[in-house]
Antibody, heavy 117, light 112 residues
Framework: EVQLVESGGGLVQPGGSLKLSCAAS????????MTWVRQAPGKGLEWVAS????????IYVDSVKGRFTIFRDNAENSLYLQMNSLTVEDTAVYYC??????????WGQGTLVTVSS | DVVMTQSPLSLPVTPGEPASISCRSS???????????LAWYLQKPGQSPQLLIY???YRASGVPDRFSGSGSGTDFTLKISRVEAEDVGVYYC?????????FGQGTRLDIK
């Protein structure tokens, strides 16, 4: 069974940093691009970043470029999101997602990041 | 960025009745490989999004056949032939042809 389990969320002050993790199991993690999607409280879904199978290519939404870094450890079947210079607009539930046939067929349960003073 | 526009934003439906949600994209979602990369998700209250439809019209594993997707180019539709109570939640369309990946703003379906 495919499982994605996010962790690392919490309360952080504006300007602070946080590192999110996503533990993957039940599929060949190293064979898939992986993605982070976020959802601000009461709002819709926003794609954040994706990373190629071997980590050689990374793409980001403009609003996080230069602040967030997506990376992965295929030996550990884990996906990460390092978030720096956080602002209140980054407050959201962050999901990791696995692709299949041009869609995200599996999502984790999400981890809540709250940026507040 | 490709803008995905859904309508309606709110959809009250009587159980057993059909429902339809429209999604329009600001650019064509036809990839040069011939596939049209439009997907539909349902986010039930308190849950993560779940995939319903991919490649415009293919039902994801385990999705009831009362759900169907259609469309081409920039104009897409999700139809529910007979709404059930378990279908309540927010429906999103999504495109992955153009970077960044973008979602529609969501359509909230509830039961009358």
């Amino acid at each position: 069974e495919v499982q994605l389990v996010e962790s690392g969320g919490g309360l952080v002050q504006p300007g602070g940093s946080l590192k999110l993790s996503c533990a993957a199991s039940g599929f060949s993690f190293r064979s898939f691009w992986m993605t982070w999607v976020r959802q601000a409280p009461g709002k819709g879904l926003e794609w954040v970043a994706s990373i190629k199978e071997d980590g050689s290519e990374k793409i980001y939404v403009d609003s996080v470029k230069g602040r967030f870094t997506i990376f992965r450890d295929n030996a550990e079947n884990s996906l990460y999101l390092q978030m720096n210079s956080l602002t209140v607009e980054d407050t959201a539930v962050y999901y990791c997602a696995k692709p299949e046939s041009g869609a995200y067929d599996k999502w984790g349960q999400g981890t809540l990041v709250t940026v507040s003073s | 960025d490709v803008v995905m526009t859904q309508s309606p934003l709110s959809l009250p439906v009587t159980p057993g009745e059909p429902a339809s949600i429209s999604c329009r994209s600001s650019q064509s979602l036809l990839h040069r490989n011939g596939y049209t990369y439009l997907a539909w998700y349902l986010q039930k209250p308190g849950q993560s999004p779940q995939l319903l439809i991919y490649l415009t019209s293919y039902r994801a594993s385990g999705v009831p056949d009362r759900f169907s997707g259609s469309g081409s180019g920039t104009d897409f539709t999700l139809k529910i032939s007979r709404v059930e109570a378990e279908d309540v939640g927010v429906y999103y369309c999504m495109q992955v042809v153009h970077t960044p990946v973008t979602f529609g703003q969501g359509t909230r379906l509830d039961i009358k």
